[in-house]
């Protein structure tokens, strides 16, 4: 059983940083990606970051570009999403989310994954 545990979120005022984690167990294959989305009250669910577990290749939101960074630590099966120049638009609940990479593309939109941790808040005050 696929299981995601997400810890890291708080609360920090804007400008500051955050790290969160997602921690992964029970994937049967070597290649998955793992994503990192998030949604604020009275939005949809949005894609913050991805990362593929093999080549470490990545994507970012056009949102988050130059102030997030995204990392696996491949022994620990975990990965990071490091937060950086936060603004109060960061505020949401993030949630990890994982996919078997089907050799194709990173998948992006929430309706490609099927395994889900069960989110973290992250809240930023101005």
């Known amino acids: 059983e696929v299981q995601l545990v997400e810890s890291g979120g708080g609360l920090v005022q804007a400008g500051g940083s955050l790290r969160l984690s997602c921690a992964a167990s029970?994937?049967?294959?070597?290649?998955?990606?793992i994503a990192w989305f998030r949604q604020a009250p009275g939005k949809e669910r949005e894609g913050v970051s991805y990362?593929?577990?093999?080549?470490?290749?990545?994507i970012y939101a056009d949102s988050v570009k130059g102030r997030f960074t995204i990392s696996v630590d491949n022994a620990k099966n975990t990965v990071y999403l490091q937060m950086n120049s936060l603004k109060p638009e960061d505020t949401a609940i993030y949630y990890c989310?994982?996919?078997?990479?089907?050799?194709?593309?990173?998948?992006?939109?929430?309706?490609?994954?099927?395994?889900w941790g069960q989110g973290t808040q992250v809240t930023v005050s101005s």
């Open positions: 989310a994982g996919q078997r990479y089907l050799g194709i593309r990173i998948p992006t939109s929430r309706y490609e994954y099927d395994y």
């Open positions: 029970g994937f049967t294959f070597d290649d998955y990606v």
């Open positions: 990362i593929r577990r093999l080549d470490r290749k990545t």
